[in-house]
Protein backbone atom coordinates (compact mmCIF):
# COMPACT_ATOMS: atom_id res chain seq x y z
CA UNK A 1 0.00 0.00 0.00
CA UNK A 2 1.31 3.90 -0.72
CA UNK A 3 1.01 7.01 1.05
CA UNK A 4 2.97 9.27 -0.99
CA UNK A 5 2.12 10.26 -5.42
CA UNK A 6 5.43 11.55 -6.59
CA UNK A 7 4.42 13.93 -9.84
CA UNK A 8 7.44 14.43 -11.96
CA UNK A 9 8.28 15.94 -15.45
CA UNK A 10 10.25 19.04 -16.77
CA UNK A 11 9.25 22.76 -16.32
CA UNK A 12 5.46 23.24 -17.80
CA UNK A 13 4.97 19.56 -18.46
CA UNK A 14 1.73 19.96 -16.16
CA UNK A 15 3.11 18.46 -12.89
CA UNK A 16 0.37 21.83 -10.81
CA UNK A 17 -2.56 21.04 -12.42
CA UNK A 18 -1.92 17.40 -12.38
CA UNK A 19 -1.53 17.93 -8.19
CA UNK A 20 -4.68 20.11 -7.99
CA UNK A 21 -6.64 17.51 -10.28
CA UNK A 22 -5.36 14.61 -7.78
CA UNK A 23 -6.27 16.32 -4.61
CA UNK A 24 -9.51 17.03 -5.87
CA UNK A 25 -9.90 13.31 -6.31
CA UNK A 26 -8.22 12.41 -2.85
CA UNK A 27 -10.29 14.66 -1.03
CA UNK A 28 -13.45 13.56 -2.64
CA UNK A 29 -12.18 9.68 -1.64
CA UNK A 30 -11.72 10.86 2.07
CA UNK A 31 -8.09 11.24 2.39
CA UNK A 32 -6.53 13.96 4.06
CA UNK A 33 -2.98 15.24 1.68
CA UNK A 34 -0.06 17.06 2.22
CA UNK A 35 1.62 18.87 -0.38
CA UNK A 36 5.33 19.10 -0.84
CA UNK A 37 7.03 21.12 -4.02
CA UNK A 38 10.81 21.53 -4.70
CA UNK A 39 9.95 24.96 -6.37
CA UNK A 40 8.55 26.29 -2.76
CA UNK A 41 11.86 24.61 -1.06
CA UNK A 42 14.07 26.13 -3.63
CA UNK A 43 12.25 28.97 -3.10
CA UNK A 44 13.13 29.80 0.63
CA UNK A 45 16.66 28.38 0.56
CA UNK A 46 17.31 31.27 -1.85
CA UNK A 47 15.86 33.31 0.24
CA UNK A 48 18.57 32.31 2.92
CA UNK A 49 21.17 32.55 0.15
CA UNK A 50 20.56 35.89 -0.67
CA UNK A 51 19.63 37.55 2.59
CA UNK A 52 22.82 38.86 3.27
CA UNK A 53 23.57 39.94 -0.35
CA UNK A 54 23.50 43.60 -1.71
CA UNK A 55 21.11 44.50 -4.54
CA UNK A 56 21.88 44.37 -8.06
CA UNK A 57 21.00 47.51 -9.91
CA UNK A 58 18.20 45.35 -11.19
CA UNK A 59 17.04 44.46 -8.22
CA UNK A 60 18.41 40.75 -8.16
CA UNK A 61 20.85 39.66 -5.20
CA UNK A 62 23.20 36.97 -6.25
CA UNK A 63 24.87 34.59 -3.40
CA UNK A 64 27.21 32.10 -2.80
CA UNK A 65 24.84 29.27 -4.83
CA UNK A 66 22.19 31.13 -6.26
CA UNK A 67 20.66 34.65 -7.52
CA UNK A 68 16.98 35.71 -6.44
CA UNK A 69 15.80 37.32 -9.58
CA UNK A 70 12.60 39.10 -8.34
CA UNK A 71 10.69 38.50 -5.28
CA UNK A 72 7.30 37.37 -4.94
CA UNK A 73 4.42 35.50 -2.97
CA UNK A 74 5.69 32.11 -2.89
CA UNK A 75 5.54 29.76 -5.62
CA UNK A 76 5.62 33.51 -7.74
CA UNK A 77 9.55 34.32 -6.84
CA UNK A 78 12.19 34.00 -9.84
CA UNK A 79 15.10 32.14 -9.01
CA UNK A 80 18.75 30.54 -10.47
CA UNK A 81 20.47 28.11 -9.42
CA UNK A 82 24.29 28.76 -9.49
CA UNK A 83 25.61 25.48 -8.07
CA UNK A 84 23.52 22.38 -7.85
CA UNK A 85 23.65 21.28 -4.07
CA UNK A 86 21.08 23.91 -3.36
CA UNK A 87 18.53 22.19 -5.15
CA UNK A 88 19.91 18.43 -4.52
CA UNK A 89 19.83 19.02 -0.75
CA UNK A 90 16.20 19.91 -1.28
CA UNK A 91 15.45 16.84 -3.74
CA UNK A 92 16.92 14.11 -0.87
CA UNK A 93 15.12 16.09 1.82
CA UNK A 94 11.94 15.44 0.23
CA UNK A 95 12.28 11.86 -0.36
CA UNK A 96 14.02 11.43 2.80
CA UNK A 97 10.35 12.72 4.52
CA UNK A 98 8.69 9.80 3.13
CA UNK A 99 11.09 7.37 4.65
CA UNK A 100 10.53 9.08 8.09
CA UNK A 101 6.34 9.44 7.03
CA UNK A 102 4.37 8.95 10.04
CA UNK A 103 1.63 10.93 9.67
CA UNK A 104 -2.19 9.31 8.20
CA UNK A 105 -2.14 12.15 5.28
CA UNK A 106 -1.36 11.19 1.77
CA UNK A 107 1.72 12.90 0.62
CA UNK A 108 1.73 15.14 -2.55
CA UNK A 109 5.04 15.63 -3.98
CA UNK A 110 6.07 17.52 -7.44
CA UNK A 111 9.51 17.59 -7.98
CA UNK A 112 10.90 19.20 -11.05
CA UNK A 113 13.08 16.99 -13.68
CA UNK A 114 15.51 17.47 -16.25
CA UNK A 115 19.50 17.16 -17.52
CA UNK A 116 21.95 17.21 -15.06
CA UNK A 117 24.21 20.39 -14.72
CA UNK A 118 27.63 21.09 -14.35
CA UNK A 119 28.37 24.40 -12.91
CA UNK A 120 32.09 23.73 -13.57
CA UNK A 121 35.18 24.46 -10.64
CA UNK A 122 33.96 23.24 -7.13
CA UNK A 123 30.35 23.41 -8.04
CA UNK A 124 28.23 20.33 -7.41
CA UNK A 125 26.10 19.52 -10.57
CA UNK A 126 22.86 19.71 -10.74
CA UNK A 127 21.60 16.27 -10.34
CA UNK A 128 17.99 16.36 -11.35
CA UNK A 129 17.04 13.53 -13.70
CA UNK A 130 14.75 11.01 -13.43
CA UNK A 131 17.14 8.42 -13.16
CA UNK A 132 18.56 10.41 -9.84
CA UNK A 133 15.32 10.50 -8.14
CA UNK A 134 15.05 6.97 -8.41
CA UNK A 135 18.82 6.49 -6.78
CA UNK A 136 17.48 8.35 -3.85
CA UNK A 137 14.44 6.66 -4.00
CA UNK A 138 16.43 3.14 -3.51
CA UNK A 139 18.73 5.58 -0.96
CA UNK A 140 15.68 5.90 1.55
CA UNK A 141 14.04 2.53 0.71
CA UNK A 142 10.72 4.18 -0.30
CA UNK A 143 9.61 2.63 -3.78
CA UNK A 144 6.96 0.36 -2.07
CA UNK A 145 5.44 3.39 -0.30
CA UNK A 146 4.98 5.79 -3.29
CA UNK A 147 3.53 5.78 -6.88
CA UNK A 148 5.21 7.75 -9.02
CA UNK A 149 3.98 10.15 -12.16
CA UNK A 150 6.28 10.88 -15.17
CA UNK A 151 4.59 13.57 -17.24
CA UNK A 152 6.13 13.76 -21.16
CA UNK A 153 5.63 17.32 -22.98
CA UNK A 154 7.93 18.60 -25.51
CA UNK A 155 10.07 21.22 -25.10
CA UNK A 156 8.04 23.51 -27.59
CA UNK A 157 4.87 22.92 -25.61
CA UNK A 158 6.06 23.79 -22.74
CA UNK A 159 7.65 26.83 -23.62
CA UNK A 160 4.60 28.02 -25.00
CA UNK A 161 2.56 26.64 -21.53
CA UNK A 162 5.31 28.47 -19.52
CA UNK A 163 4.83 31.95 -21.02
CA UNK A 164 1.09 32.26 -20.21
CA UNK A 165 1.89 31.68 -16.29
CA UNK A 166 1.20 33.61 -13.81
CA UNK A 167 4.18 32.28 -12.03
CA UNK A 168 6.31 31.31 -14.60
CA UNK A 169 9.74 30.91 -13.68
CA UNK A 170 12.27 33.43 -15.43
CA UNK A 171 13.29 32.81 -18.74
CA UNK A 172 16.66 32.42 -18.43
CA UNK A 173 16.53 29.81 -15.57
CA UNK A 174 13.77 27.75 -17.84
CA UNK A 175 16.42 27.70 -20.79
CA UNK A 176 19.31 27.13 -18.57
CA UNK A 177 17.78 24.30 -16.75
CA UNK A 178 14.34 23.15 -18.14
CA UNK A 179 15.32 22.04 -21.72
CA UNK A 180 14.57 18.45 -22.93
CA UNK A 181 16.25 15.35 -21.34
CA UNK A 182 16.65 13.68 -17.67
CA UNK A 183 13.83 11.55 -18.19
CA UNK A 184 13.13 7.92 -17.06
CA UNK A 185 15.72 5.41 -18.56
CA UNK A 186 13.71 2.33 -19.45
CA UNK A 187 16.54 -0.07 -16.57
CA UNK A 188 14.31 2.71 -13.62
CA UNK A 189 11.13 2.22 -15.49
CA UNK A 190 11.68 -1.67 -14.84
CA UNK A 191 12.91 -1.11 -11.44
CA UNK A 192 9.70 0.91 -10.71
CA UNK A 193 7.33 -1.60 -11.65
CA UNK A 194 3.87 -1.23 -11.74
CA UNK A 195 4.62 2.08 -8.70
CA UNK A 196 5.24 3.66 -12.65
CA UNK A 197 2.90 5.27 -15.04
CA UNK A 198 4.35 7.96 -17.45
CA UNK A 199 1.86 10.25 -19.03
CA UNK A 200 1.92 12.27 -22.65
CA UNK A 201 0.43 15.62 -21.92
CA UNK A 202 -0.08 17.08 -25.28
CA UNK A 203 -3.68 18.16 -24.04
CA UNK A 204 -4.85 21.36 -24.13
CA UNK A 205 -8.54 20.68 -23.31
CA UNK A 206 -8.62 20.51 -19.49
CA UNK A 207 -11.86 18.49 -19.11
CA UNK A 208 -9.46 16.04 -21.33
CA UNK A 209 -6.46 16.21 -19.53
CA UNK A 210 -8.85 15.29 -15.87
CA UNK A 211 -10.41 12.54 -17.42
CA UNK A 212 -6.69 11.16 -18.28
CA UNK A 213 -5.70 12.06 -14.36
CA UNK A 214 -9.37 10.52 -13.37
CA UNK A 215 -8.46 7.00 -15.73
CA UNK A 216 -5.15 6.64 -13.81
CA UNK A 217 -6.06 7.72 -10.30
CA UNK A 218 -8.81 5.21 -10.22
CA UNK A 219 -7.09 2.31 -12.31
CA UNK A 220 -3.24 2.67 -11.06
CA UNK A 221 -3.55 4.48 -7.56
CA UNK A 222 -6.80 3.64 -5.68
CA UNK A 223 -6.20 0.07 -5.68
CA UNK A 224 -3.00 1.19 -3.93
CA UNK A 225 -4.20 3.60 -1.15
CA UNK A 226 -3.99 2.81 2.20
CA UNK A 227 -7.46 2.85 3.76
CA UNK A 228 -9.02 6.19 4.15
CA UNK A 229 -9.19 7.85 7.27
CA UNK A 230 -12.14 7.41 9.35
Same mark, same amino acid.
Given at each position: ??????????? %??????? /??????????????????????????????????? =??? =???????????????????????????????????? %??????????????????????????? %????? =?????????????????????????????? /??????????????????????????????? =??????????????????????????? /??????????????????
Amino acid at each position: MIDTILIIGNG %GAGKSIM /VWYLSSLLTENGFDIHYISDRLGLEEAVIKDTQNA =PRQ =PDGSKVGKRSKLIADGPPGHKKVHVLDGSILNNIHD %GMIARIAGKKQKEIFLIEYATGPEISF %GGQKE =PLRQTADSLVGLIKKYRVRGRMFLIEIHVP /VGIRQQRQSHRPDAMASETFHAYFGDGGNMS =PITQTYLGNHYYRLVNVEEDNDGYFSE /VRYLYETYIAPKLQTKNP
